[in-house]
């Protein structure tokens, strides 16, 4: 049976089964969307500028003493500074603000504590606004980053693809099992565990800080959907081999070889050392 | 004298077993042989079970080991991977690789045999290092011993090269990456780095004869060569006997212990089933090595974590934070950035160890044997060297896992690497420094304890108000232990006109052995000669009679079980630490048989 579906999975590999696929697909997932979606274009018009009117003032409120009144940043010496934003586009700001990176509490290296202050009208109204400044990545839909929205049969085949791409592109900065490394300068790549799928599509799209930004030419949009599976399939699949130590890699190992391995050991050598065959145990020393 | 002997002369009906063992014996001639391994006498500490956490975890390795092989391929050619792990379904791999996924996920406890291999690996050679420290902290290595601590050296290399062969192995990212380093370790020899290579190789890296060649290596040459050093290790072993701890009973001249059957072997067989289960439940519940979670080796990824097993993290350490020199001469560049730390430091450290006890010895001029132990105290200088190496290693360890660290703790990685590359040169010293004062004053408390006895707790109150806590000797067996120290003779070189003729080279390695030896027993408190301690026991005598005679109704107050209150020590028979067997030591004395 196993054998059967990988003959099957090696022939969809063939140069056009992928693309036709892809199109039926998307041509499906557009339609159901442009059917399904609650507001029409000409509602969108009218409610954006609400929505920009708003998240401007939420703008001036919360993020103009940084980024300046009208995001074109600011600049000082004393480090309280943050850049344009105009061009960034409302996927870095969905990212920065819905992953609680902004606004910034203190200035440092990098901005990682998570403070959610603002609810998910106000970040779309801030997106607004920003995007509103001048035309960058938009925020993806969820059928462009959702790993449920590839077809059942092709899902796996996704994610040994995404496992690919991710061990290219990624494990370098965000280590082999997602749980982070460090970079120089006291900055660091952020574990990708518990991450939501669309701000992973989006930190992809925009690049936070040191991280590259994986434009659709780099990285095409149903790839970044099968690094989202990929990373998904991480989380999910069961923890094979037993407790895993942080996902580390050897240092961890060896810890607890040390730890556990030569401290159990050495504890029983103790134990068995101490019980003599001697009548009585006292003074039994060195 | 030895309290089993009642079982082993109990005559026995001829059982099966014993008529098996009668027909080899008439055949072999084994029983003379047997007979006396059997009455084979092993002191008993805890500290000499080290080494066997060593031997036993060698065994694990070699029964997990070969379960291992019957499902390995050392092959690199390239296959499409069909096994049961979806994520890595489909991909093209090298056929290693597959193996190995197929032992973790389709082999019947496959995973479980690979990670008993792997954590029975890490242990091994910790085992190895921690029974290293034992046998040179309390100076085992000293004469007649050196040899076996140059085999136990060598042993400890060839567990390490064993390991780096193994971790090789699964050709996954990580042992790609290890590879490439190693790679990259051959090619920065000048001048001949690139042939070196292109002959490990069999071409460029990474070429697909590597796993084959060290495949071989791992399962046949290296395994061939550690059971040998093993075996001779434990035959000189028995040969010269264990050394044990200075106490009542125990001399240079004899072992007191326990006999092999039944008591020694009980103790370590059962020993070897603590190990075995240690490695099993690591195995079961602790994962190491998720290879399928790296991928296949492919020379254009790499991840963060990407470390060798610990036993490589010193060279690791060294290359992370050494500064990246380079030098070009003649159109060939030195990368001294690798050399040294890669290539140079590794074999300093390996010829530091290998070559201590005869260094030491020339320092001490000592060339007495040694069977009985030396407290670390009692060697201030070796102790103190040895917390230095450990200070420094341990520093190289946490360099090379620097950016786990920075992840772990919120530090800056270029924070890390200045701090170390100061505290590699500042760190050490200072522990050395420390240890030495230590060790010296362990010693004066040690001399106040000869000399004044050990501290009551009982607080005394004369008659003037004054108040004083009041001492008693220590026991007959403590001050015997706490004596059984070598006499230290500082070596002198000889002066004036005795040089006349010598060549000027040799008087000054006269002179340097002359300082060094002065500052190694230099700060050293002596032991007390007789003298004193007969002064010093007239004095207790003296003081505990005024004393008795102020505080009447204290009198058991501090005759703990030490002192009857008049400050003589009965000499008790050593009814609670009697020796199970003694067995003399033929090789200091001839005259005394082993019993
Ligand atoms: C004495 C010391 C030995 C050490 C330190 C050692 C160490 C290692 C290590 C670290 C690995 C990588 C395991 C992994 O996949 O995570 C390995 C793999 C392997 N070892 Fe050993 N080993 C030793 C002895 C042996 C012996 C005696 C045999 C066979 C007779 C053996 C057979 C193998 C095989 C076939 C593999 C590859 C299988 C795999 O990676 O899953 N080893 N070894």
């Given at each position: 049976m196993r054998l059967l579906t990988a003959r099957l999975s090696a022939r969809r590999r063939s140069r056009f089964a992928g693309p036709v696929v892809l199109m039926f697909a998307l041509l499906l997932t557009g339609g159901l969307y442009t059917a399904l979606s609650p507001a029409s274009a000409d509602d969108a018009t009218s409610s954006d500028t609400d929505t920009v009117a708003k998240g401007r003032e939420l703008f001036l409120v919360g993020c103009s003493t940084c980024h300046?009144?009208?995001?074109e940043g600011v600049d000082s010496t004393t480090g309280w500074y943050g850049p344009p934003l105009v061009g960034v586009g409302a996927a870095s700001v969905d990212f920065q603000v819905g992953t609680g990176r902004m606004p910034l509490a203190a200035p440092g290296p990098q901005g990682a504590d998570r403070r959610h202050v603002y609810t998910d009208e106000e970040v779309e109204a801030l997106a607004a606004f920003v995007a509103s400044l001048g035309p960058g990545p938009v925020v993806p839909s969820e059928e462009e980053y959702s790993p449920d929205a590839i077809p059942e049969d092709e899902r796996e085949e996704a994610i040994v693809r995404g496992g690919e791409f991710f061990r290219t592109n990624c494990t370098a900065c965000h280590n082999f099992a997602a749980s982070g490394g460090a970079l120089p300068g006291g900055k660091y790549a952020p574990t990708l565990q518990g991450v939501e799928p669309k701000h992973v599509y989006e930190a992809m799209l925009t690049?936070?800080?040191?991280m590259p930004v994986f434009s659709d030419e780099v990285l095409k949009p149903e790839e970044k959907r099968q690094i989202i599976a990929y990373l998904r399939n991480l989380e999910e699949s069961p923890a094979y081999g037993g407790a895993q130590l942080g996902s580390y890699g050897p240092v961890s190992e060896g810890m607890a070889a040390w730890v556990f391995g030569i401290g159990a050991c050495v504890a029983f050598a103790v134990w068995i050392a101490s019980h003599t065959a001697r009548s009585t145990r006292k003074g039994a020393k060195a | 004298m030895s309290t089993n002997a009642k079982a082993a002369v109990k005559p026995a009906k001829p059982s099966k077993i014993g008529a098996a063992a009668n027909y080899a014996d008439e055949r072999t001639g084994m029983a003379g042989l047997a007979k006396k391994q059997i009455r084979k006498v092993f002191p008993d500490h805890w500290s000499f079970m080290l080494g066997e956490i060593a031997l036993w975890s060698f065994v694990v390795l070699l029964i997990t080991g070969v379960f291992l092989s019957l499902w390995y391929k050392p092959s690199m050619a390239e296959v499409v991977y069909n096994g049961s792990y979806d994520a890595l379904r489909g991909l093209h791999m090298s056929e290693a690789y597959a193996s190995t996924l197929d032992i973790s996920f389709d082999v019947r406890a496959g995973l479980l045999m690979r990670q008993m291999h792997h954590w029975a690996a890490m242990l091994f050679i910790a085992a190895m290092f921690v029974h290293l420290i034992r046998v040179f902290v309390t100076g085992a290595f000293r004469k007649p011993r050196e040899i076996n601590w140059l085999i136990g050296g060598v042993l400890l290399l060839l567990g390490i090269l064993e390991g780096f062969a193994g971790y090789s192995l699964p050709d996954d990212l990580l042992s790609g990456t290890g590879l490439r380093i190693a790679d990259g370790l051959v090619k920065a020899t000048p001048v001949v780095g690139t042939y070196m290579s292109f002959f490990l190789f069999g071409g460029e890296f990474p070429g697909d004869l590597i796993i084959p060649r060290l495949y071989i290596a791992h399962v046949l040459l290296i395994p061939g060569l550690l059971l040998a050093l093993i075996g001779a290790h434990m035959m000189l072993l028995v040969y010269q006997k264990h050394t044990q701890w200075p106490g009542p009973g125990r001399t240079n001249e004899n072992v007191v212990g326990y006999p092999m059957m039944p008591i020694y072997a009980a103790k370590a067989g059962g020993y070897f089933f603590v190990v075995f289960g240690i490695t099993a439940l690591m195995g079961g519940l602790m994962s190491i090595n998720p290879v399928w979670r790296f991928g296949?080796?492919?020379?254009?990824e790499v991840t963060a974590g990407s470390q060798p097993d610990w036993y490589m993290g010193v060279a690791e350490g060294l290359l992370r934070i050494f500064p990246g020199w380079e030098t070009s001469i003649f159109g060939v560049t030195a990368t001294w950035s690798v050399i040294i730390p890669g290539q140079i430091a590794p074999m300093l450290i390996l010829t530091g160890i290998l070559f201590y006890p005869f260094i030491e010895a020339w320092i001490t001029g000592d060339k007495s044997e040694h069977h009985l132990l030396e407290r670390p105290r009692n060697a201030p200088n070796r102790t103190a060297f040895l917390a230095a190496m450990m200070t420094f290693y341990g520093l190289l360890w946490a360099a090379g896992g620097n950016d786990i660290l920075a992840v772990l703790f919120n530090l800056n990685l270029n924070h890390i690497t200045y701090f170390m590359r100061v505290a590699i040169f500042v760190l050490p010293p200072l522990a050395f420094w420390l240890a030495r004062r230590w060790c010296i004053s362990l010693q004066r408390s040690d001399e106040a304890k000869l000399?004044?006895?050990?501290?009551?707790g009982v607080i005394m109150r004369s008659p003037d108000g004054g108040y004083s806590e009041r001492h008693a000797p220590i026991s007959a067996e403590e001050a015997y232990t706490l004596m059984a120290r070598d006499e230290e003779k500082v070596y002198e070189a000889p002066a004036g006109t005795d040089l006349n003729g010598v060549a000027a080279r040799k008087v000054r390695v006269m002179q340097l052995r002359s300082k060094a030896s002065k500052y190694w027993f230099g700060d050293n408190i002596r032991k007390p000669t007789r003298e004193q301690l007969e002064e010093a026991r007239a004095h207790a005598e003296h003081e505990l009679a005024i004393q008795d005679g102020h505080t009447n109704g204290h009198?058991?107050?501090?005759?703990?079980?030490?002192?009857?209150?008049?400050?003589?020590?009965?000499?008790?028979?050593?009814?609670?630490?009697?020796?199970?067997a003694i067995e003399g030591r033929s090789s200091t004395d001839p005259g005394s048989s082993e019993k």
């Amino acid at each position: 049976m196993r054998l059967l579906t990988a003959r099957l999975s090696a022939r969809r590999r063939s140069r056009f089964a992928g693309p036709v696929v892809l199109m039926f697909a998307l041509l499906l997932t557009g339609g159901l969307y442009t059917a399904l979606s609650p507001a029409s274009a000409d509602d969108a018009t009218s409610s954006d500028t609400d929505t920009v009117a708003k998240g401007r003032e939420l703008f001036l409120v919360g993020c103009s003493t940084c980024h300046g009144k009208n995001g074109e940043g600011v600049d000082s010496t004393t480090g309280w500074y943050g850049p344009p934003l105009v061009g960034v586009g409302a996927a870095s700001v969905d990212f920065q603000v819905g992953t609680g990176r902004m606004p910034l509490a203190a200035p440092g290296p990098q901005g990682a504590d998570r403070r959610h202050v603002y609810t998910d009208e106000e970040v779309e109204a801030l997106a607004a606004f920003v995007a509103s400044l001048g035309p960058g990545p938009v925020v993806p839909s969820e059928e462009e980053y959702s790993p449920d929205a590839i077809p059942e049969d092709e899902r796996e085949e996704a994610i040994v693809r995404g496992g690919e791409f991710f061990r290219t592109n990624c494990t370098a900065c965000h280590n082999f099992a997602a749980s982070g490394g460090a970079l120089p300068g006291g900055k660091y790549a952020p574990t990708l565990q518990g991450v939501e799928p669309k701000h992973v599509y989006e930190a992809m799209l925009t690049g936070p800080q040191q991280m590259p930004v994986f434009s659709d030419e780099v990285l095409k949009p149903e790839e970044k959907r099968q690094i989202i599976a990929y990373l998904r399939n991480l989380e999910e699949s069961p923890a094979y081999g037993g407790a895993q130590l942080g996902s580390y890699g050897p240092v961890s190992e060896g810890m607890a070889a040390w730890v556990f391995g030569i401290g159990a050991c050495v504890a029983f050598a103790v134990w068995i050392a101490s019980h003599t065959a001697r009548s009585t145990r006292k003074g039994a020393k060195a | 004298m030895s309290t089993n002997a009642k079982a082993a002369v109990k005559p026995a009906k001829p059982s099966k077993i014993g008529a098996a063992a009668n027909y080899a014996d008439e055949r072999t001639g084994m029983a003379g042989l047997a007979k006396k391994q059997i009455r084979k006498v092993f002191p008993d500490h805890w500290s000499f079970m080290l080494g066997e956490i060593a031997l036993w975890s060698f065994v694990v390795l070699l029964i997990t080991g070969v379960f291992l092989s019957l499902w390995y391929k050392p092959s690199m050619a390239e296959v499409v991977y069909n096994g049961s792990y979806d994520a890595l379904r489909g991909l093209h791999m090298s056929e290693a690789y597959a193996s190995t996924l197929d032992i973790s996920f389709d082999v019947r406890a496959g995973l479980l045999m690979r990670q008993m291999h792997h954590w029975a690996a890490m242990l091994f050679i910790a085992a190895m290092f921690v029974h290293l420290i034992r046998v040179f902290v309390t100076g085992a290595f000293r004469k007649p011993r050196e040899i076996n601590w140059l085999i136990g050296g060598v042993l400890l290399l060839l567990g390490i090269l064993e390991g780096f062969a193994g971790y090789s192995l699964p050709d996954d990212l990580l042992s790609g990456t290890g590879l490439r380093i190693a790679d990259g370790l051959v090619k920065a020899t000048p001048v001949v780095g690139t042939y070196m290579s292109f002959f490990l190789f069999g071409g460029e890296f990474p070429g697909d004869l590597i796993i084959p060649r060290l495949y071989i290596a791992h399962v046949l040459l290296i395994p061939g060569l550690l059971l040998a050093l093993i075996g001779a290790h434990m035959m000189l072993l028995v040969y010269q006997k264990h050394t044990q701890w200075p106490g009542p009973g125990r001399t240079n001249e004899n072992v007191v212990g326990y006999p092999m059957m039944p008591i020694y072997a009980a103790k370590a067989g059962g020993y070897f089933f603590v190990v075995f289960g240690i490695t099993a439940l690591m195995g079961g519940l602790m994962s190491i090595n998720p290879v399928w979670r790296f991928g296949p080796y492919n020379p254009a990824e790499v991840t963060a974590g990407s470390q060798p097993d610990w036993y490589m993290g010193v060279a690791e350490g060294l290359l992370r934070i050494f500064p990246g020199w380079e030098t070009s001469i003649f159109g060939v560049t030195a990368t001294w950035s690798v050399i040294i730390p890669g290539q140079i430091a590794p074999m300093l450290i390996l010829t530091g160890i290998l070559f201590y006890p005869f260094i030491e010895a020339w320092i001490t001029g000592d060339k007495s044997e040694h069977h009985l132990l030396e407290r670390p105290r009692n060697a201030p200088n070796r102790t103190a060297f040895l917390a230095a190496m450990m200070t420094f290693y341990g520093l190289l360890w946490a360099a090379g896992g620097n950016d786990i660290l920075a992840v772990l703790f919120n530090l800056n990685l270029n924070h890390i690497t200045y701090f170390m590359r100061v505290a590699i040169f500042v760190l050490p010293p200072l522990a050395f420094w420390l240890a030495r004062r230590w060790c010296i004053s362990l010693q004066r408390s040690d001399e106040a304890k000869l000399l004044h006895g050990y501290e009551t707790g009982v607080i005394m109150r004369s008659p003037d108000g004054g108040y004083s806590e009041r001492h008693a000797p220590i026991s007959a067996e403590e001050a015997y232990t706490l004596m059984a120290r070598d006499e230290e003779k500082v070596y002198e070189a000889p002066a004036g006109t005795d040089l006349n003729g010598v060549a000027a080279r040799k008087v000054r390695v006269m002179q340097l052995r002359s300082k060094a030896s002065k500052y190694w027993f230099g700060d050293n408190i002596r032991k007390p000669t007789r003298e004193q301690l007969e002064e010093a026991r007239a004095h207790a005598e003296h003081e505990l009679a005024i004393q008795d005679g102020h505080t009447n109704g204290h009198s058991n107050g501090h005759a703990d079980g030490h002192s009857n209150g008049d400050g003589r020590q009965p000499v008790r028979s050593g009814s609670h630490a009697a020796p199970a067997a003694i067995e003399g030591r033929s090789s200091t004395d001839p005259g005394s048989s082993e019993k």
